[in-house]
């Protein structure tokens, strides 16, 4: 978005001239700059809030330094909620007669996703941790069922192939389940269809002598992966004496089942699990109990380490701020200025930004929880933590020194990926208790 789009409106009397813009140019200001032009479009205080407005572009423009390109997004979004809202309406006149408000997310081929993703640690923790988890937990079974519920298109699987294959002399049957058409709305987007990337992982694991059956169940985050969850149920009545291992790998996918501050679940045509009093329960919470019904061998959780479920517009704003500054400071470690890359990078950011902020109800999916509000949920549906072991540890740590110095590990129960000291994304690991 160029600097220009968003009309910037002469400063009424008396307020702040651009003589005075430079000393609001440290991230806090940013900030408290974004929550009082929040609080103007939700009083619908357009007067204010296109002051507020005029400084913002004044002191973040699209191409300067992480703080100020994360506090343009910020910005973008905020006009676009009041352009949808309706309720201020001098921005929305303002926002639909002078700004291109879109977002170009790019579609990724199968090679740009992997090299996108193999550029930083925020995925391939993650997929690290995971796969060591998995492969100590499915040691013995001749049979190996892993549902893979991930917003990245399978891409740790051809790496879990390889180990299995290296790891086991006669390698076992490997059953692949994916929830299809699950990511079609949020980034990334790819360009091939699930039974495309399932032919591609059949032949690949074929290429190192593992027998692979892949099946895509179609399935939605909006009503709780409630088909798949049927499906698995039918499947665990039929094979749940044949020794077959269950593997449920949840990738950053669950924070996009609706939570408690969506409820009540009136948006559920019917109750898709059958537990008493599930009216009072959220989806997530439904769901995890109906994992823990199916009694699986393991479930890796890997989600981002933030909280942006609130009602509330400020503080979901302070949140997410105080979050995605991350995303912005670390693409200067990894991408140059004016890459491509960098530009899908920075649009997926845009979206989640938008998301949060412009969003509500339904259309708002971008619903993070912190692992302790995960691990909770987690323990209230029956299952219990494991550690992670050496071998999971030394493999995250080996994959991190290929990255920039301001990555770093937290190893405590759990495993926690941060940056500069701040938490990014967490891994955990679940039995049943």
């Not at 204010?48 to 191409?63: E, F, G, M, S, T």
Request: proline fraction near 4%; include cysteine; charged fraction near 20%.
């Amino acid at each position: 978005m160029n600097k220009n789009q968003i009309h910037r409106a002469r400063p009424w009397p008396g307020f702040l001239t651009s003589k005075g813009v430079g000393s609001f140019g440290d991230a806090n200001c940013m900030e408290q700059l974004l929550v009082h032009c929040a609080n103007a479009i939700e009083s619908n205080d357009a007067t204010l809030a296109q002051q507020i407005l005029w400084v913002l572009n004044n002191i973040a423009p699209p191409d300067g330094d992480s703080n100020q390109r994360l506090t343009c997004a910020f910005l973008r979004a905020l006009t676009v909620r009041a352009a949808k809202s309706g309720t201020c309406k001098m921005l929305a006149a303002m926002a639909n007669a002078h700004c291109n408000l879109s977002i170009d997310i790019h579609t990724f081929s199968v090679i740009e996703l992997v090299s996108f993703v193999d550029l930083t640690p925020w995925h391939r923790f993650g997929f690290t941790a995971a796969n060591a988890a998995i492969l100590e937990a499915v040691e013995g079974y001749s049979v190996i069922h892993m549902v893979d519920l991930s917003l990245t298109y399978c891409l740790q699987i051809p790496t879990l192939i390889e180990a299995i294959a290296n790891r086991f002399e006669r390698p076992p049957l490997v059953k692949l389940t994916v929830a299809g058409g699950t990511t079609e709305d949020v980034p990334p987007i790819l360009d091939l269809s699930y039974q495309e990337l399932g032919s591609k992982l059949v032949n690949f694991a074929r290429s190192r002598n593992v027998v692979l059956e892949f099946r895509a169940i179609p399935s939605s985050y909006a009503d709780g992966f409630s088909s798949l969850i049927e499906q698995l149920r039918v499947q665990h009545l039929l094979y749940s004496e044949s020794g077959e291992a269950l593997v449920i790998n949840c990738h950053m996918m669950l924070h996009y089942i609706p939570e408690e501050t969506l409820s009540p679940l009136s948006h559920v045509n019917s109750n898709p699990y059958s537990f008493e009093s599930s009216s009072t329960q959220s989806l997530r919470t439904m769901f995890l109990k109906a994992l823990r019904v199916l009694d699986p061998t393991i479930v890796v959780l890997v989600d981002e380490d933030a909280d942006l479920t609130s009602n509330n517009l400020v503080c979901r704003l302070r949140s997410a701020f105080n979050y995605l500054w991350i995303h912005y400071d670390t693409v200067d470690t990894f991408l140059p200025e004016g890459s491509k890359q960098r530009q899908w990078y920075e649009a997926d950011i845009c979206w989640k930004i938008e998301n949060v902020i412009a969003h509500e109800g339904l259309q708002r999916v971008e619903r993070l929880e912190p692992k302790s509000q995960w691990v909770k949920r987690m323990r209230n549906a029956g299952f219990r933590g494991v550690n992670f072991g050496e071998d999971a540890i030394s493999e995250v740590k080996t994959m991190l020194d290929e990255h920039a110095a301001g990555w770093g590990l937290k190893t405590e129960d759990d495993l926690v990926l941060t940056w500069k000291g701040h938490n990014v994304v967490f891994a955990t690991v679940w039995m049943p208790a």
